[in-house]
């Protein structure tokens, strides 16, 4: 498919001068989805991906960066371990609670074998598992904030997904792309990669329109870029399509956090993204912005 590539830049500002700056990154938050863990074909994890993402995550800390991973794959890994092909069906009953059961089961899975891939490289991991309350109460997110800061300072990398089990819609964030965004403005990070199973943004979706055009570096979310990602669907395994990304973006880049989006086919591009290589859609962070996190996130389902 044919792309060009194309940077949505005010006063044609230079994409490399945005790109330089992520070699200074400090702390960085990266999420990776459910599609991007399994293999596509079974449904089952897919270990070297996750092998080479450890690594990554480690040698991140050896640059002496602070690091948090978000994973998504409770629901998918939980529905595999007790063999639910068609959660559809399981769900007639009672859809919620067969995806917590499957989020109870997968959720320790999936840090099990994070455990013991992090353990080879001698890196201490933690668990930190959330819902909406834990950015709307004060007291929570308080505790939330401390833990992360104590966890960065005894050199651990927290893994993060959401609370699954017990988030009903009421308290649930819903997906993770929005999570790690809310996790990155919390932490105070300075920068958020999505890795996911697309490129980064695309003037359309360009497994349908093969005159779509890669945007390299968003300076401005404006309104029509997000409602470009209104129209868009997301993959048949997460939750997040492009609007769930936008939605990250707009959170990340108001919280004057740069986000990238890039794909997880090669899991690599991690430091490439750190040595200042242009990969993926960069979404420049906004200083001039105001933004009430607690607030955003109280209001999420009805904005
Ligand atoms: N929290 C869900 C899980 O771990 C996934 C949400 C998402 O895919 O964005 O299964």
Redesign the pocket.
Known sequence: METRKVKETKDGADVKRFRERLKDKKKIVVKI???SLQHSETGDLDYTKLDVLVRELCDMRNRGKDVVLV????????KKAVNIKDIKHEEEDNPIAV?QA??AV??AR?MMTYQKIFAEYNQVAAQILMTKNTIVDNLNRYNAHNTFSELFKLGVIPIV??N?TVATYEIEI??????SAIVAALVDADLLILLSDIDGLYTDDPRQNKNAQFIEVVEELTDELMDMGKASTGSS????GMN?KLIAAKIATSSNIDMIIANSKDIKVLHRILDGKNIGTLFVGNKETYFDLPEFVANMHNN
């Not at 998504?72 to 939980?78: D, L, Q, R």
């Not at 395994?237 to 997040?240: A, N, Q, R």
């Open positions: 989805g459910s599609s994973t998504s794959g409770a629901i998918a890994v939980g995806k499957c989020a997968g959720q999936l997904n959401e699954d819903g997906d993770n792309d929005t999570l395994v997460g939750t997040g769930t």
